[in-house]
């Protein structure tokens, strides 16, 4: 059972470059999530997803979007990359009611 | 101030010794609470998860919640070397939409010496 799946792990981006980010769970799960972790901040949540075709903004959404085309699937995409976007980035999903599983992330650097 | 409180440690504690963990929290919406552990270069990954005040014990972890001090702990007992990682708290509230929306402590790095 592989759970909550990240591609890339690892990316290095040039400043105003674009990129998308990709999560996928096979748990069925109805929500999803994108979080950054960074130093001394913990993870914020940047956007998240109730359902196939609904986003709704985090904590911390400016410079990025999402989109759910589908329900295993959630992409982060990064229009025009900057050196604050450097990060790590986890996805997770949950059931309705239920606690989160997470990724192993991707490590993002902007330069 | 932050919404969750967390001592970032480090924390260096030998093997077999008891480990205590803890978050503060100023929000009395919060309904749950979990704490999660995050080995080097890899993803949270849940421990304890519960909703009321009290202990749950999960073999050698203990959560605690005291929601009257807004205080939660997380107790390890008979520390093992493989338990060494950043340990997060999180807690949460129901959205609108009806899924958990999470906050997060900044976690404690903890290293149990063989």
């Known amino acids: 059972n592989a759970g909550v799946t990240q591609t890339p792990k690892f990316r290095v981006l040039k400043t105003g470059q ?3 980010l990709l999560c ?12 950054r972790q960074d130093p001394g901040m913990g993870l914020r949540l940047i956007h998240y997803s109730v359902g196939e075709g609904t986003t709704a903004k985090g904590e911390v959404p400016d410079g990025y979007n999402v989109s759910r085309l589908k329900k295993q699937n959630f992409l982060l995409g990064l229009e025009s990359a900057a050196p604050s976007q450097t990060s790590v980035y986890f996805c997770a999903s949950s059931p309705r009611r239920g606690p989160q599983h997470f990724g192993d992330g991707t490590r993002l650097s902007i330069l | 101030q932050k919404e969750v409180e967390q001592d970032p440690g480090p924390l260096s504690v030998p093997e077999g010794a008891i480990v205590s963990l803890n978050c503060t929290y100023s929000n009395s919406a919060f309904q749950y609470f ?10 949270p990954e849940l421990l304890m998860y519960t909703y009321s005040s009290g202990n749950k014990e999960d073999g050698r972890f203990t959560a605690q919640v005291d929601k009257s001090s807004k205080y939660i702990s997380l107790f390890i007992r008979d520390s093992q070397p493989s338990d060494s990682a950043t340990y997060l708290c999180a807690m949460s509230v129901i959205s609108n939409f009806g899924n958990e929306k999470l906050t997060f402590g900044t976690g404690t790095r903890l290293t149990i010496i063989p």
């Open chain 2, 34 to 43: 979990m704490w999660y552990r995050q080995y080097s270069r890899k993803g």
């Open chain 1, 24 to 35: 996928a769970q096979d748990m069925n799960h109805e929500y999803m999530y994108w979080y």
């Open chain 1, 18 to 20: 674009s990129m998308t």
